[in-house]
């Protein structure tokens, strides 16, 4: 397994690009199915869980080319399998969605059950009973979601009880070529959902509400393929913006847009950063100040991002004051603060909430990534601890960030990776 290895130092200064987005790319890519013809997709970061989806469209049958820009073109035109094998299934929870497309334009999909995973058990709940009430039948039989539709699915109105962005996704898409009109309320506004709305837009679906809580879906009867290029990756962004902030560093940001992460910058706002903008770029600078803890608590959006509260926690492991970071999402994603003790972070964790009293100065220390943020947050720790840490486990971090040592190593900071 492939270690990095940091060296603590200086603050981070610099660069650099940001990347398409994972969260993005892989329910775009899934939607591929739905089109009659070739489609395009653009602004593809080269991730593991891209790769990971990429496969699974081609052990389905469609044919997949890369360029050499990284844009993909997909061609359905000869599927002979709707199945998504357990192997790829338990690499990437994502790859339940690949159900709804199949299942609204072949009649048929078996999607190996995704099963939890460390930041939370994660049901699919929503998502088979949108479907059954869609006109699906639907059982699990040996570790496989077997759907199956008679003719269309049938448009309907489907109150969704937990704001669920891969559910929203999920649903929407099975709708686009469903017979009538799908009403999906409390529906998650999150951007990537937006971009999917968008994308499904261009190949001739009919969504109305794109944004809001309430999306109203007109079915029609195919959906031809586009060329789309996915958003920026607002995590991504997020995650170099608060490595900066905690290094005491400075760094532009581009191919990035700030109205992609409002309740982000508001708190490093509060934190003490100076952020300024562009139309495609974002730049932080902390003109070497300390920063100041910080207060959050993740919710849907457009609150604060459970995606960005790894990385907060590691800021505040160093900063000014005492910050509480609160978990609404997933009952199990504060499990690094752990690892951030034992580097001498000072983290008390009360239910779902972990209160954090900034200490001077991390020490390096040996730390194991549990999931993809997580690895994010000890990286963080890592690059302004004293010392040499080592980081384990890193396919985690593999999964969802493109480059990371390289772009690292652009903006100075002291790391590699050691193959293992
Ligand atoms: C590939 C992708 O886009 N992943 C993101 C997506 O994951 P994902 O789409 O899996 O997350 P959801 O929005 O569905 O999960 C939100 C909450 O709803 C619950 N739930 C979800 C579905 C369901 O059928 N029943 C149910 O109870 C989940 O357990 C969780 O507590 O949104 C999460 C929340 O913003 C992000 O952290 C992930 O990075
Ligand atoms: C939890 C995440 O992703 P996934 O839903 O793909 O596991 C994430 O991107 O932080």
């Not at 970061?45 to 790769?51: A, G, I, M, S």
């Not at 969605?97 to 099963?115: D, H, K, Q, Y």
């Not at 003490?272 to 910080?294: F, H, Q, Y």
Request: charged content about 20%; glycine content about 10%; proline content about 4%.
């Amino acid at each position: 397994m492939d270690k990095l290895i940091i060296k603590g130092g200086g603050p981070l200064s610099g660069e650099i690009r940001i990347s398409g987005s994972k969260n993005s790319a892989l329910p775009i890519l899934a939607a591929t199915l739905l089109a009659e013809t070739p489609m395009q997709v653009g602004n593809l970061p080269h991730l593991h869980d891209v790769t990971t989806m990429l496969a699974l469209l081609r052990c389905m049958g469609v044919g997949v080319t890369i360029d050499e820009k990284l844009c993909v073109e997909v061609d359905n035109s000869s599927i002979s399998e709707y199945t998504a094998p357990y192997d790829l299934v338990r690499t990437m929870r994502a790859s339940i969605l690949v159900l709804g497309p199949m299942l609204s334009r072949f009649g048929e999909a078996n999607v190996s059950f995704p099963g939890g995973c460390a930041i939370g058990s994660r049901p699919v709940d929503i998502h088979l009973r949108g479907l059954e009430a869609m006109g699906a039948t639907i059982e699990v039989d040996q570790g496989y979601i077997r759907a199956k539709s008679d003719g269309r699915l049938k448009g309907v109105h489907f109150f969704m009880d937990t704001v669920t962005v891969g559910g929203t996704e999920n649903l929407m898409m099975a709708a686009t070529l469903a017979e009538g009109t799908t009403i999906l309320e409390n529906a998650a506004r999150e951007p990537e959902v937006v971009d999917l709305a968008n994308c499904l837009v261009e190949m001739g679906a009919k969504i109305d509400g794109i944004g809001t809580d309430t999306l109203t879906i007109e079915g029609v009867k195919s959906l031809s393929g586009c060329q789309f290029d996915v958003m920026p990756d607002r995590i991504e962004t997020g995650t170099y913006l608060v490595a900066a902030a905690a290094s005491r560093g400075r760094v532009k940001l581009k191919d990035t847009c700030e109205k992609l992460l409002e309740s982000v910058l508001l708190k490093l706002d509060e934190a003490g950063a100076c952020i300024s903008t562009g139309p495609d770029w974002i730049e932080l600078d902390m003109k070497g100040n300390r920063p100041k803890a910080v207060s959050l608590r993740t919710a849907p959006y457009p609150a604060f991002p459970t995606d960005m509260q790894a990385q907060f926690l590691a800021m505040n492991a160093v900063s000014e004051g005492t910050g509480s970071v609160t978990e609404t999402i997933f009952e199990n994603r504060l499990i690094q603060i752990h690892e951030l003790n034992r580097m001498g972070a000072n983290i008390r964790l009360e239910g779902n909430t972990a209160i954090v009293t900034g200490v001077e100065e991390l020490k390096a220390a040996p730390v194991m990534a549990s999931d993809l943020r997580a690895s994010a947050s000890l990286v963080i720790a890592g690059m302004i601890a004293n010392g040499e840490t080592m980081v384990d486990r890193i396919y985690h971090i593999d999964r969802g960030y493109e480059c990371i040592e390289e772009k690292l190593q652009l903006l100075g900071a002291n790391i590699r990776r050691v193959p293992g």
